[in-house]
């Protein structure tokens, strides 16, 4: 299973920003995939997460209420929205993928990731 992970890049605050992360290689169908998120001398976090056969989705605490976490079976990508972007926001974003299980929330549980795409986002 290989993952591609895109679109971040040097935001303003308060616009919206769109990653995605092309998935190749293993059941899609069966896939429970996340993102996490780095920020610079801070450890990797939790942001959300999405199970692709049951839609179920999951979020951390620290973005809840601006972020969206979807996919695109026929694609095989896996999608964050990001809205109304704050400079705490800025940061490595990894996408992670497992085949089968629970919507987790803990990176361990994740078998294979992304190479992450950086956001930065100024005031």
């Known amino acids: 299973v290989q993952l591609q992970a895109s679109g971040g890049g040097l935001v303003q605050a308060g616009t919206s920003l769109t990653l995605s992360c092309a998935t190749s290689?293993?059941?899609?169908?069966?896939?429970?995939t996340g993102w996490f998120r780095q920020a610079p001398g801070k450890e990797r976090e939790f942001i959300a997460a999405i199970r692709w056969r049951s839609s179920v989705e999951r979020y951390g605490d620290s973005m809840k209420g601006r972020i969206a976490v979807s996919r695109d079976s026929a694609k095989k990508t896996l999608y964050l929205k990001i809205n109304n972007l704050e400079p705490e926001d800025t940061g490595v974003y990894y996408c992670a993928a497992r085949t089968g299980g629970f919507v987790y929330t803990t990176s361990s549980e994740y078998n294979y990731w992304g190479q992450g795409t950086e956001v930065t986002v100024s005031s």
């Open positions: 290689g293993g059941p899609a169908n069966n896939f429970v």
